[in-house]
């Protein structure tokens, strides 16, 4: 065996990146009270990387995932909450402290199932909390981690295997570890710049001994490659010190990736999956002897399948014969590894498989679809429903009322859903229309009709969304043609001035006027045409992979210009920007003046401009060739000149721009790390994190009706931000006064109710927009001292509402239901509310008192459009519930002008027994009047009494106040019966009044007791 030394070397916990976390700091001032919102969906969920159990508790369940971080479930995998938002949401591996499992946890950041699309991490995380709060603890250019193990015995001892960057070479790799709680870092074991520590394992009976698998690999933007002469298996028997080779058994030549597992219940036995030159050779292999001997046991296709994405081996905890192997459908095998059979049905692509802590039947599978768990060892198998965590390459919106969202899955096909659906946005409002992995989703810009497709352009469709039919409609190849060149991530693009005009990219700009049926060429080969990466047949290393993932010299993305329909632009992947200004005959590359930008770098993106068809944004993505810094540039001359328009404040690979539509100023931004914001056409960044998670942010949409931006995040679903027409207003003059109230659309008063949704608790369900008027104002500084009100006032003046002030520095939002007050209602012995009084559409004011400045905005509110209602009807309606508000309100004084006159009867009663023939009838009378007025027995469940003129009441009051129709003939006729009965019922109280009312304070007076007073309409409405 050959015997390997440790390589010692220090590495320092670093200072987080200060401009960066500087524009968070900004954007939280600035932003506010502007929101995110995450809408899923989770019905097909995401990729998740690792599972990490409890070791004592099996509440406790932690999943890492591919782009949407670490979610934790505190009851048993039935529901999972964010707990790692702020910080890199791609993760490699998550541990949790045997010595301390209901605080400590440690993530790593930095998926290492690396296929062509995976984000990348910046480091170790702690948390000492359970994973409230976190920690950066160092290993910021570990760029992936694989595993992390905490030493049972000695929780500062904790082991690190560093995959490290998969893109280029790299010396910050390999196994480290740290001797004081993460505070320094020694490398303890290192091979070389392009090979890697796949996975580490520790015996549980003996910390010392340890199993380290390295993996030498590397992805360009067209090949990958797995396996070399440096990828090994390696044992330590003293924690770390020296490291030897454990190949007894092992097939001879090149090794690629290898899985490491030990079987808890017997640390004897080991087993790895070896990816090897032979395919026969390839496969399970166990040892029974601690790694001195190994033996193959099984190379089905199930366990050999993409060795670079399925790896990991769980072995059960009470049987070492029980084995789980990560694979395109899972496998598990009760006998030693000698036979599998497939898990149960579930998403394909499984990464972990685990097993509950103290019932082997129970298991839990990490897939590209979610987290799915089972009851029965796997035979049956149930997603978990409420994991938001799907990754969007694309998003598009349409201009339906409420908008459709549209765009594709990694893994998980194509879909379109609702921005807002009654009771929440459900995984039923979502609608499947495409297969595969899915991409950009475009919708008609007139039609009910959707273009969809699948990776490589296999399949392009034509979806009619009302019938629910498809078209393949991918331009082929005619005589003459070369092979066309599809990226894995086809570009697709509709026109704004020829509504069935549809293009596509693969090395030439296809274009369609008639949505797909007739294709022609509109360019020569845009791209660099450069053989050598044209060799995706050969890609994978010792495995085949050629799945379509590497295609390369392909263009990327199309954008026709919203101003002339001739000005197209092309970015391609290979670093190309091309451009023609008369609709296709002549092109011109213009990517040479681009400063600081490294030759051949990916244009990932390209936004024309709405204010000049000169101007036009451009994003560059190099981390396929391993510079991961952002790239984002302007030209105002059709690309004669370029400009960058980033600052040092933006931190992560940039994705896409989107220019607002408004201001030119207001540009966004998405990174790999989150939402970028300027306000001044990039010289300033602000990141904004409000409920918005450090998410790779793939593409931005904003819907031109609501102003709503939309982001397809690459791990939490979809995200929107409401309304972002306040950041169009923000200049120097604004940010210097000390309150300013944003001009706004008038507010319309949404005519919408329902029964909501069917989801359950553990469905996952995304918010709905507010429907409540917003307030929006700008304070320069926080209000802390001193007076600060807020009311509204009609047009005449007269206040309707007081509303609570937000006094944040930045942006605050005030939400006011449009309701003025609720109508005081009569007592009784069940519970009876009463709707509050909804204004008309109108004028009104907004009037702030802060200290001794008053600032007043005037506001418009409106009804809804859609409404059917005409105003003559509205006029009406508001005119009934008026009356059935005066009506409630007037029952509720003549009760409470009962209750006060018997209270007094029955006080003088009290004083004067003498009195009973004389006070008993009278409040016999009295209570046979209430007894008509309220319910005054019951319970307010099943022993309620009879409804009385109180309950009948309100409820058509109620009926009438939140019914969106005209009050209907039948209401009307109720309407009388109930004005008829209280009009009986006041007449009624009078007579009493008159009959007893003059010898109650008769007799009141001659017991010397004050006589009979009670408070008048206008006082009573005051009382509380």
Same mark, same amino acid.
């Given at each position: 065996?050959?015997?390997?030394?440790?390589?010692?070397?220090?590495?320092?916990l670093?200072?987080?990146f200060?401009?960066?976390?500087?524009?968070?700091t900004?954007?939280?001032?600035l932003?506010?009270?502007?929101?995110?919102?995450?809408?899923?969906? %989770?019905?097909?969920?995401?990729?998740?990387t690792?599972?990490?159990?409890? !070791?004592s508790n099996?509440?406790?369940?932690?999943?890492g995932?591919?782009?949407?971080g670490?979610?934790?479930?505190?009851?048993?995998?039935?529901?999972?909450?964010?707990?790692?938002?702020?910080?890199?949401?791609?993760?490699g591996?998550?541990?949790?402290?045997?010595?301390?499992?209901?605080?400590?946890? *440690?993530?790593?950041?930095?998926?290492t199932?690396?296929?062509?699309s995976?984000?990348?991490?910046?480091g170790?995380?702690?948390?000492?909390?359970?994973g409230i709060?976190?920690?950066?603890?160092g290993?910021?250019?570990?760029?992936r981690?694989?595993?992390?193990?905490?030493?049972?015995?000695?929780?500062?001892?904790i082991?690190?295997?560093?995959?490290?960057?998969?893109?280029?070479?790299?010396?910050?790799?390999?196994?480290?570890?740290?001797?004081?709680?993460?505070?320094t870092?020694?490398?303890?074991?290192?091979?070389d710049p392009?090979?890697?520590?796949?996975?580490?394992?520790?015996d549980?009976?003996n910390?010392?001994?340890?199993?380290a698998?390295?993996?030498?690999?590397?992805?360009?933007?067209?090949?990958?490659?797995?396996?070399?002469?440096?990828?090994?298996?390696?044992?330590?028997?003293?924690?770390?010190?020296?490291w030897?080779?454990?190949h007894?058994g092992?097939?001879?030549?090149?090794?690629?990736?290898?899985?490491?597992?030990?079987?808890? &219940?017997?640390p004897?036995?080991l087993?790895?999956?070896?990816?090897?030159?032979?395919?026969? @050779?390839?496969?399970?292999?166990?040892?029974? $002897?601690?790694g001195?001997?190994?033996?193959?046991?099984?190379n089905?296709?199930g366990?050999?399948?993409?060795?670079?994405?399925? &790896?990991?081996?769980?072995?059960?905890?009470?049987?070492?014969?029980?084995?789980?192997?990560?694979?395109?459908?899972?496998?598990?095998s009760?006998?030693?590894?000698?036979t599998?059979?497939?898990?149960?049905a579930m998403?394909?692509?499984?990464?972990?498989?685990?097993?509950a802590?103290?019932?082997?039947e129970?298991?839990?599978?990490a897939?590209?679809?979610g987290?799915y768990?089972?009851?029965?060892?796997?035979?049956?198998?149930?997603?978990?429903?409420?994991l938001?965590?799907?990754q969007?390459?694309?998003?598009?919106?349409? +201009?339906?009322e409420?908008?459709?969202?549209?765009?594709?899955?990694?893994?998980?096909?194509?879909?379109?859903g609702?921005?807002?659906?009654?009771?929440?946005?459900?995984?039923?409002?979502?609608?499947?229309i495409?297969?595969?992995?899915?991409f950009?989703?475009?919708?008609?810009?007139t039609?009910?009709?959707?273009?969809?497709?699948m990776?490589?352009?296999?399949?392009? *469709?034509?979806?009619?969304?009302?019938?629910?039919?498809?078209?393949v409609?991918q331009?082929?190849?005619?005589?003459?043609?070369?092979?066309?060149? *599809? +990226?894995?991530n086809?570009?697709?693009?509709?026109?704004?001035?020829q509504?069935d005009?549809?293009?596509?990219g &693969?090395?030439?700009?296809h274009?369609?006027?008639?949505?797909?049926?007739?294709?022609?060429?509109?360019?020569?080969d845009?791209?660099?045409?450069? !053989?050598k990466?044209?060799?995706?047949g050969?890609?994978?290393?010792?495995s085949?992979?050629?799945?379509?993932?590497?295609?390369?010299c392909?263009?990327?993305?199309?954008?026709?210009?919203?101003?002339?329909?001739?000005?197209i632009w092309?970015?391609?992947?290979?670093?190309?920007?091309?451009i023609t200004?008369?609709?296709?005959?002549?092109?011109?590359?213009?990517?040479?003046?681009?400063?600081?930008?490294?030759?051949?770098?990916?244009?990932?993106?390209? #936004?024309?401009?709405?204010?000049?068809?000169?101007?036009?944004?451009a =994003?560059?993505?190099?981390?396929?060739s391993?510079?991961?810094?952002p790239?984002?540039?302007?030209t105002?001359?059709?690309?004669?000149?370029?400009?960058?328009?980033?600052?040092?404040?933006?931190?992560?690979?940039?994705?896409?721009?989107?220019?607002?539509? =408004?201001?030119?100023?207001?540009?966004?931004?998405g990174?790999?790390?989150?939402?970028?914001?300027?306000?001044n056409?990039?010289?300033?960044?602000y990141?904004?994190?409000?409920?918005m998670?450090?998410?790779?942010?793939h593409?931005?949409?904003i819907?031109r009706?609501t102003?709503?931006?939309?982001?397809g995040?690459h791990?939490?679903?979809?995200?929107?931000?409401?309304?972002i027409?306040?950041?169009?207003?923000?200049?120097d003059?604004?940010?210097?006064?000390?309150?300013?109230f944003?001009?706004?659309?008038?507010?319309?008063?949404y $005519?919408?109710?329902?029964?909501?949704?069917?989801s359950?608790?553990t469905?996952?369900v995304?918010p709905?927009?507010?429907?409540?008027?917003?307030?929006?104002?700008?304070?320069k500084?926080?209000?802390t001292?001193?007076?600060?009100t807020? #009311?509204?006032?009609n047009a005449?003046?007269?206040?309707?509402?007081?509303?609570?002030p937000g006094?944040?520095k930045?942006?605050?939002?005030?939400e006011?239901?449009?309701t003025?007050?609720?109508p005081?209602?009569?007592?009784g012995?069940?519970?009876?509310?009463g709707?509050?009084?909804?204004?008309?559409?109108?004028?009104?004011k907004?009037v702030?008192?802060?200290?001794?400045?008053?600032?007043?905005h005037?506001?418009?509110?409106?009804?809804?459009?859609?409404s059917?209602?005409?105003?003559?009807?509205?006029?009406?309606? #508001?005119?009934t519930?008026?009356?059935?508000?005066d009506m409630?309100q007037?029952l509720?004084?003549?009760?409470?002008?009962?209750?006060?006159?018997?209270?007094?009867?029955?006080?003088?009663? =009290?004083?004067? %027994?003498?009195?009973?023939n004389?006070?008993?009838p009278?409040? %016999?009378?009295f209570k046979?009047?209430?007894?008509?007025?309220?319910?005054?027995?019951? @319970?307010?469940y099943?022993?309620?009494?009879?409804?009385?003129?109180?309950?009948?009441?309100?409820?058509?009051?109620?009926?009438l106040?939140?019914?969106?129709?005209?009050?209907?003939?039948?209401e009307?006729?109720?309407?009388k019966f109930?004005?008829?009965g209280?009009?009986t019922?006041?007449?009624?109280?009078?007579?009493?009044?008159?009959?007893?009312?003059?010898?109650?304070?008769?007799?009141l007076?001659?017991?010397?007791?004050?006589?009979?007073?009670?408070?008048s309409?206008?006082?009573?409405?005051?009382m509380p």
């Amino acid at each position: 065996m050959q015997k390997i030394y440790t390589f010692i070397c220090l590495s320092l916990l670093l200072p987080a990146f200060l401009p960066a976390q500087d524009a968070i700091t900004k954007g939280k001032e600035l932003f506010g009270d502007l929101r995110a919102r995450q809408i899923g969906p %989770a019905i097909m969920s995401g990729r998740i990387t690792d599972l990490e159990l409890h !070791p004592s508790n099996p509440k406790i369940i932690y999943a890492g995932t591919a782009g949407g971080g670490v979610w934790k479930s505190n009851d048993g995998g039935a529901r999972f909450n964010s707990v790692f938002d702020n910080h890199c949401q791609s993760i490699g591996a998550v541990a949790v402290d045997p010595s301390a499992p209901d605080n400590v946890v *440690w993530v790593g950041t930095g998926e290492t199932w690396t296929r062509n699309s995976v984000s990348i991490g910046n480091g170790i995380y702690r948390s000492a909390d359970g994973g409230i709060n976190w920690t950066k603890m160092g290993l910021e250019k570990s760029e992936r981690i694989a595993n992390i193990i905490v030493n049972p015995k000695d929780p500062n001892e904790i082991y690190v295997a560093v995959l490290g960057a998969l893109w280029s070479d790299s010396e910050d790799r390999g196994v480290y570890k740290t001797n004081d709680g993460g505070k320094t870092w020694n490398k303890i074991l290192y091979v070389d710049p392009k090979t890697g520590c796949a996975d580490l394992a520790m015996d549980p009976n003996n910390p010392a001994v340890l199993y380290a698998s390295f993996w030498e690999f590397r992805r360009t933007a067209w090949n990958f490659n797995s396996g070399g002469a440096n990828s090994a298996l390696y044992k330590s028997t003293d924690g770390g010190k020296t490291w030897n080779k454990i190949h007894n058994g092992f097939p001879s030549g090149k090794l690629g990736r290898l899985g490491i597992a030990i079987a808890p &219940s017997n640390p004897k036995i080991l087993y790895t999956v070896i990816e090897s030159e032979q395919d026969k @050779d390839k496969g399970l292999y166990r040892s029974d $002897d601690a790694g001195a001997s190994w033996k193959q046991l099984n190379n089905d296709f199930g366990i050999v399948v993409r060795p670079f994405y399925f &790896s990991r081996i769980t072995v059960d905890p009470r049987n070492p014969d029980v084995i789980a192997k990560g694979g395109l459908s899972g496998s598990i095998s009760r006998d030693g590894g000698k036979t599998f059979r497939n898990l149960g049905a579930m998403h394909s692509d499984i990464h972990d498989v685990v097993f509950a802590i103290n019932d082997s039947e129970r298991l839990f599978a990490a897939t590209d679809g979610g987290v799915y768990r089972s009851w029965n060892g796997g035979t049956t198998m149930e997603i978990v429903e409420n994991l938001p965590v799907s990754q969007f390459y694309h998003v598009s919106v349409d +201009n339906q009322e409420p908008y459709n969202i549209y765009g594709g899955l990694q893994d998980n096909n194509a879909w379109y859903g609702p921005s807002s659906s009654p009771g929440g946005i459900e995984a039923r409002d979502w609608n499947l229309i495409g297969a595969g992995d899915g991409f950009r989703v475009l919708p008609h810009p007139t039609k009910r009709i959707a273009y969809s497709e699948m990776q490589g352009a296999d399949n392009v *469709w034509r979806v009619d969304l009302e019938k629910g039919q498809f078209r393949v409609i991918q331009p082929l190849p005619v005589i003459g043609d070369p092979k066309l060149r *599809w +990226n894995w991530n086809p570009p697709m693009a509709t026109s704004r001035h020829q509504p069935d005009r549809f293009y596509m990219g &693969s090395q030439f700009l296809h274009k369609s006027e008639d949505m797909g049926d007739t294709w022609v060429k509109i360019s020569p080969d845009l791209t660099t045409k450069d !053989p050598k990466k044209y060799d995706q047949g050969n890609s994978g290393g010792l495995s085949t992979d050629n799945s379509g993932a590497e295609n390369h010299c392909t263009i990327f993305t199309i954008s026709e210009s919203p101003l002339d329909e001739k000005v197209i632009w092309v970015g391609t992947d290979d670093g190309n920007v091309q451009i023609t200004q008369d609709g296709g005959k002549t092109w011109k590359n213009v990517n040479t003046n681009l400063p600081g930008l490294p030759a051949g770098t990916w244009c990932y993106h390209i #936004e024309p401009s709405s204010f000049n068809k000169g101007t036009a944004y451009a =994003v560059f993505d190099g981390h396929s060739s391993g510079d991961m810094k952002p790239y984002a540039y302007k030209t105002t001359n059709f690309g004669a000149t370029w400009t960058s328009v980033l600052t040092p404040d933006v931190e992560g690979i940039a994705r896409n721009i989107q220019e607002d539509f =408004v201001n030119p100023n207001l540009l966004f931004l998405g990174t790999e790390f989150g939402l970028y914001i300027t306000l001044n056409g990039g010289k300033d960044w602000y990141k904004f994190t409000n409920n918005m998670p450090a998410v790779a942010v793939h593409f931005i949409e904003i819907q031109r009706k609501t102003n709503d931006l939309v982001m397809g995040t690459h791990g939490r679903g979809v995200i929107i931000i409401d309304d972002i027409s306040p950041l169009r207003q923000i200049n120097d003059e604004v940010l210097a006064k000390d309150l300013h109230f944003f001009k706004n659309r008038p507010a319309i008063m949404y $005519d919408e109710n329902g029964f909501g949704g069917t989801s359950g608790e553990t469905q996952f369900v995304g918010p709905n927009p507010s429907r409540a008027g917003q307030i929006v104002y700008y304070l320069k500084k926080r209000h802390t001292l001193g007076k600060f009100t807020m #009311e509204i006032q009609n047009a005449a003046g007269q206040k309707l509402a007081d509303i609570t002030p937000g006094k944040t520095k930045g942006i605050n939002i005030v939400e006011w239901g449009y309701t003025s007050k609720t109508p005081k209602i009569a007592k009784g012995q069940t519970l009876t509310f009463g709707a509050p009084l909804r204004v008309p559409a109108g004028k009104y004011k907004i009037v702030v008192q802060k200290g001794t400045e008053t600032y007043i905005h005037d506001w418009d509110i409106s009804y809804d459009p859609r409404s059917k209602l005409t105003l003559e009807e509205r006029k009406v309606k #508001e005119q009934t519930i008026q009356k059935m508000f005066d009506m409630t309100q007037s029952l509720a004084y003549l009760v409470y002008e009962l209750d006060e006159t018997a209270a007094v009867a029955n006080q003088l009663l =009290v004083k004067d %027994a003498n009195l009973s023939n004389t006070i008993s009838p009278m409040l %016999a009378e009295f209570k046979k009047l209430k007894e008509t007025l309220v319910v005054t027995t019951g @319970d307010n469940y099943v022993s309620a009494g009879e409804l009385q003129l109180r309950e009948k009441m309100a409820a058509l009051y109620n009926n009438l106040a939140s019914s969106l129709y005209k009050p209907s003939a039948n209401e009307l006729g109720n309407l009388k019966f109930i004005e008829g009965g209280f009009n009986t019922a006041k007449l009624e109280f009078q007579k009493l009044k008159d009959k007893h009312l003059a010898k109650l304070n008769e007799l009141l007076g001659k017991n010397g007791m004050v006589a009979l007073k009670v408070k008048s309409f206008e006082e009573y409405l005051k009382m509380p």
